[in-house]
């Protein structure tokens, strides 16, 4: 169901922990933004620097009091990953809403150069979702679907399995004896 932005706002308590009451809170950037970015909470004088390969658990310092029924995603930001090949090591991040510990992002640096993480830097957004519980029943028999168990990119591409199938299945054209003519082989000579 679409609906209006003021429809969707819920208040979301946030504590900020002593080793970030100077930091801002965290804010959309503009009126339809999804989600608002979290700031490195690490120490002025003691920045991260990831290496290539390296990852590190990085505070925010940030608790969140997320309503009943929603969830929070912890998402890489584009423009790091762009630049710096600086993303989510557990994209996304699931937040529960009955977690009342301090929030940290998983970052790690798939760039070519060291990536230095400094205090108040933008190293993650977080967006707000609803999430949907299920009763999970035990069933011996499922419905039937078209689909049936295929996956994987059972569908839609020329690799696919079905499409593969149906190569198989072409009939093939026989020759006398079974042997291809001269004018066939130079054909498949040519790669048809
Ligand atoms: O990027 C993340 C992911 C999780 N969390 C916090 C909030 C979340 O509610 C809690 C547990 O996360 P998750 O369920 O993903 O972790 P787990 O490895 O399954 O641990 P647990 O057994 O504590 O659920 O850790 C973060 O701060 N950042």
């Known amino acids: 169901?679409?609906?209006?932005?003021e429809q969707n706002n819920v208040k979301v308590n946030v504590?900020?922990?002593?080793?970030?009451?100077?930091?801002?809170?965290p804010a959309y950037q503009t009126a339809e933004a999804a989600g608002f970015d979290l700031v490195a909470a690490v120490p002025a004088g003691n920045p991260v620097t990831l290496s290539p390969g390296d990852s590190a658990l990085i505070p925010t310092g940030l608790i969140f009091e997320l309503p009943k029924g929603t969830e929070a995603q912890v998402r890489p930001r584009s423009g790091l990953a762009a630049k710096f090949g600086l993303t989510v090591l557990n994209?996304?991040?699931?937040i529960d809403s009955?977690?009342?510990?301090?929030?940290?992002?998983?970052?790690?640096?798939?760039g070519k150069k060291p990536f230095t993480i400094n205090r108040g830097e933008r190293i993650a957004q977080m967006i707000i979702a609803p999430i949907i519980r299920a009763v999970l029943m035990e069933a011996a028999v499922l419905s039937g679907t078209k689909r049936g168990a295929g996956g994987f990119g059972s569908t839609g591409s020329a690799t696919s399995a079905s499409s593969a199938q149906k190569?198989?299945?072409?009939?093939?054209?026989?020759?006398?004896?079974?042997?291809?003519?001269?004018?066939?082989?130079?054909k498949s000579a040519r790669g048809r």
């Open 1 to 5: 169901m679409i609906r209006r932005p």
């Open 98 to 110: 009955d977690y009342r510990g301090e929030v940290s992002v998983i970052l790690i640096n798939l």
């Open 15 to 25: 504590r900020r922990l002593d080793h970030a009451t100077d930091l801002p809170l």
């Open 91 to 94: 994209s996304p991040g699931t």
């Open 167 to 186: 190569k198989k299945q072409k009939p093939v054209t026989k020759t006398r004896n079974n042997k291809k003519s001269k004018s066939q082989l130079k």
